[in-house]
């Protein structure tokens, strides 16, 4: 899966180059904006943030015959042109307010910080806009409910950014695997293997490149200096803007884990241990982290490792459901094996899918059922990552040889966390340094917020503060 998501980034990504001039705008209140008609033949779209990912948007709905790219928006300029080439009538915008009062854009395609993602698709929905957002839909639980009840309420589409979904691959071993495939599964163990190196430590703060409008960067996020090396992508490493590896490459791999185990609500209860370990540098995100989530009759543990590792049963990035007959093991969005108890594959699920067309194709039908990951599916997966967050950033420090069961008397949590130890020290992590474990936290799935001991502090992590401009409204 890493190499054919590095293909596709790789393909889709533009050469840099100068930066075009930014324009001059005035934000705007977008609630009771007038509705929207159903777009033609050409789905016109605004891809907002084009730093990186976004360049890949602008790319894919350049290169469908059903779309065109008429609006580039990101508030630093210098990021932009590569992008306003490839779209070559597109207009820019500095402030995404003032582009979505362009009642010819049909879709707006969000791949901003995570912290923009909520907002940023509340707003284009509010203007009677379909959107596409890149995963996860959210920076908090809170937030990615009212995108759902935004899209519900304005009637629009909105399509999440997990692309495996549109995998026939991934689609095929799922459904293979809910008709009992390999008998019950009873344990889904998710994978982010991902190497992240130190992001570097700074003295003080920083100066914002002075292209960018650094206020509008920053957003619905607390304003803080700017307290590391690069303003850019390194966000994923700092909590007010990013949720870490669990909530950035993860998520797609809890959405695959969660799918394949049939799940479609909160679990009963979580319960997190790890930390930044093997550095020390500005991020305060865990670079290492055991994530266990139990719903009843089925269990999901998810695991982050950013140092150097091993596979395991095969996947750096991935999923394996531990069954009755056998395991199934998704490393590849396109390529999915089943394996029998002695390690023999059995079946092979194999193809691709384009999930970019999959929401143009959606928009010009106007049928929300034509969606391989609509927002609802979209704002579980990605609460999973933010609920995994929580109990660890609660967590007290202990020494990594004080116990071999922080996880009590979960088994699978425990084995876990001896694989966790195991890697640390491999990767010349002294056995008395010390990682963050959390309280077993207790959830009402259908409310969505913790109950019970330790639930009034936890449920503060639910939400944020919001800037007053800046703010996510709790009725959309």
């Known amino acids: 899966m890493t190499k054919t998501r590095r293909e596709f980034l790789e393909e889709s990504l533009l ?28 789905v ?24 065109e790219v008429v609006a580039i928006c990101d508030p630093d300029s210098a990021v932009i042109g590569a992008s306003m080439r490839a779209a070559k009538n597109a207009k820019y915008y500095k402030d995404l307010r003032k582009m979505l009062e362009d009642d010819s854009i049909d879709a707006v395609s969000i791949a901003t910080p995570n912290h923009w993602h909520s907002l940023a698709a509340i707003w284009s929905l509010q203007a009677g806009k379909h959107v596409y957002v890149e995963k996860p839909v959210s920076h908090n639980v809170f937030e990615g409910r009212r995108v759902v009840q935004a899209a519900e309420k304005y009637k629009k589409l909105c399509q999440h950014g997990t692309q495996s979904r549109s995998s026939r691959g991934t689609v095929d071993a799922i459904a293979w695997l809910q008709e009992g495939g390999l008998g019950k599964v009873k344990l889904a163990r998710a994978l982010c293997y991902k190497r992240r190196g130190s992001i570097g430590k700074v003295k003080g703060p920083q100066k914002p490149p002075e292209t960018c409008d650094y206020d ?18 390194d966000w994923h490493w700092d909590y007010n ?42 991020g305060n995100t865990a670079n290492t982290q055991v994530a266990t989530f139990d719903f009843g009759d089925r269990q999901l543990v998810f695991e982050v490792r950013g140092l150097k590792t091993k596979a395991y049963r095969g996947a ?31 079946k092979t699920f194999q193809g691709g899918g384009n999930h970019f067309q999959n929401f143009v194709d959606a928009v010009k039908a106007n049928k929300k059922e034509m969606l391989n990951a609509e927002i609802s599916k979209g704002h579980f997966s990605a609460a999973l990552c933010h609920l995994g967050n929580i109990p660890y ?9 004080t116990t071999n069961s922080p996880f009590g008397d979960d088994q699978a949590a425990n084995e876990s ?4 130890r195991t890697h640390l020290t491999e990767n010349g992590v002294s056995e008395s340094a010390q990682y963050a474990i959390g309280p077993r936290l207790k959830l009402d799935p259908k409310r969505e917020h913790f109950i019970g001991e330790g639930a009034e502090v936890a449920n503060a992590f639910i939400t944020r503060p919001y800037r007053k401009a800046f703010r996510v409204p709790n009725d959309v």
């Open 15 to 42: 050469a840099t180059a100068a930066a075009a001039a930014g324009v001059s705008v005035l934000p705007s209140a977008m609630a009771g904006a007038p509705p929207r008609k159903s777009p033609n033949d050409v």
């Open 44 to 67: 016109r779209i605004a891809v907002i943030g084009v730093r990186g990912r976004g360049r890949g948007h602008v790319g894919a709905f350049t290169n469908s015959k059903d779309a």
């Open 216 to 233: 509008l960067w920053t957003g619905p996020a607390e304003m803080q200096p700017l307290m590391r090396k690069k303003l850019h992508y």
């Open 241 to 282: 803007t990013g949720n870490g590896d669990i909530g950035n490459q993860g998520v797609h791999q809890m959405d695959i884990a969660a799918w394949g185990l049939g799940v479609d609500r909160l679990p009963n209860s979580v319960s997190a241990c790890g930390g930044r370990l093997g550095y020390d540098d500005d």
């Open 316 to 346: 750096h990035i991935g999923v394996v459901f531990h069954c009755e007959n056998g395991y199934l093991v998704s490393s590849s969005y396109a390529k999915v094996h089943a394996f029998d108890h002695d390690g023999k594959i059995i």
């Open 393 to 401: 950033r609660l967590g007290r420090q202990q020494v990594l040889t």
């Open 417 to 420: 966390f001896l694989r966790f």
